[in-house]
């Protein structure tokens, strides 16, 4: 399509590939394990090596840059909407109301760690917010990623006047004894249905108490951001290559070291249940700035023109990235759950690496083979369809 800008389906497909190092973590291993690397699987080695890379260069680096581009996404899609006379109000609450419905359908049926529910919720509260100045929604931006940093230290300050029972509740959730693994482990590997009351639960907890004290200020602070960038050509290709490399430099001169720094204390403090509030902080701030370091490789490797044809795949995995979102955690699911191969808690980091790589060049090859013969991935489609209330055109 004419239309589209090819820097953002680019930023947008490194993005939905990245997101997996970590997402596949979630689906293989017990849920301790992807907060706290220590409650299981090998850290020696290789093993270790593969997580230190995850950690520095994917954890939460990857759902930073899915924010910014997904808040770039909503300035794009309602001025495109003003341009072209339509009723830009509701196209917008009907498009983030459906987005809603699928996460919705995704958490309960196939993976309860979506963000499309987040998303969805972030983009209805955000639209007021759209026109603002870039510096306003830079500004507004940091004060809502404030807001979760601050819901946590004020949660670790505390934490010695919690009561015991809520201590030791703590304990067994960050570090889990040996019997609760192995109930978790065997409730993965079991059928879809058994694993249903377990999976909706924590859905429930994701899109309630998750999204409360940490997702909707995260997102929503990401997405402001992503707008205000948006806006002054940065995530468009548009900015001056200083700028890239400049933002490259922070991301290696103070991200970096942030985020390796927090690891030392992470490790330093035994990994214990301070490390959830406190040792989390470093990452959590230190991410923002390597995403941006991300976003600068990207468009410098775009404007020098490098590896053509690997910058078309990944544009095309960016046009199709909510089906491909999808796709991930159908794969996923099928190789780790119990109605599928079973896999869960029997592959190590390293390892799930090597299945990340496989579906990365399944998803690369499948991406564009798809847009040779349709205009939009199906799921594409289908929300395009449903937010214009008809059938959109499909094949080429």
Known sequence: MSDRIEALDVLRGVALLGILVMNVQAFAMPQAAYMNPTAWGRLEGVDLAAWLVSHLLADQKMMALFSMLFGAGIVLFTERAEAAGRPVGSLHFRRQGWLLLFGVVHAYLIWYGDILFTYAVCGMLLYPCRRLSPAIQLILGLTLLSVASAIFLFLGGTMSMWPEAERLALQAEWHPPVE???????????????????????????????LLVWGLWRAAGLMLIGMALYRLGVLSGQAGRRTYVAMLGAALTLGLPVVAY???????????????????????????????????????????????????????????????????????????????????????????????????????????????????GPLEWLWRSLTYRRAQPFRR
């Open 180 to 210: 609760q693994l192995q109930t978790e482990i065997a409730r993965y590997r079991s059928g879809w249905f058994e694993q249903f009351p377990y999976r909706a639960e924590l859905a429930f907890e994701v899109q309630t108490f998750t």
């Open 262 to 376: 927090g690891i030392y204390w992470n490790f330093a403090n035994g990994w214990g249940p301070s490390s959830l509030f406190v040792g989390t902080q470093f990452n959590y701030w230190g991410s923002v700035l390597v995403s941006l370091g991300w976003v600068a490789c990207v468009m410098l490797a775009l404007k020098a023109a490098w590896l053509p044809g690997l910058t078309r795949k990944l544009a095309a995995v960016g046009r199709t990235a909510f089906s491909q979102y999808i796709l991930q955690s159908v794969l996923c699911s099928l190789i780790f759950q119990g109605y599928g191969l079973g896999w869960f808690g029997r592959v190590e980091r390293s390892e799930q690496l090597g299945i990340v790589l496989a579906i990365w060049l399944l998803q690369l090859w499948l991406a564009a083979l798809w847009l040779r013969h349709f205009q939009y």
